[in-house]
């Protein structure tokens, strides 16, 4: 039995760029974690903007626990290259 398609996600806007790092330091030296646009996309909603999952899940199209599991993993992302000092690599989520 083959997973269940993933389901579209609504996203708003531009990246701001490609990557977020330190300043001084260049990129390819620098620890490289990932975050897809959705995480990027549910922190702007949830921690930037104060809307509660329940909103934030109406307005990417998804579900208030699909929203949890994306804000826990973007979270738990942002917290480590703020802590590290690594980079955050902003692209699309593959398919």
Request: hydrophobic residues 35%.
């Amino acid at each position: 039995m083959s997973p269940r398609p993933k389901k579209q996600r609504r996203c708003e806007g531009k990246f701001c760029g490609r990557a977020f790092k330190p300043t001084g330091i260049s990129l390819v030296s620098l620890k490289q974690i990932t975050l897809f646009r959705d995480e990027l996309e549910a922190l702007k909603l949830c921690d930037f903007e104060g809307l509660f999952q329940e909103q934030a899940g109406e307005k990417m199209g998804v579900s208030r626990g699909t929203i949890q599991r994306i804000l826990t993993s973007a979270r738990s992302k942002t917290a480590e290259a703020l802590a590290t000092g690594a980079a955050l690599v902003f692209v699309e989520e593959d398919d």
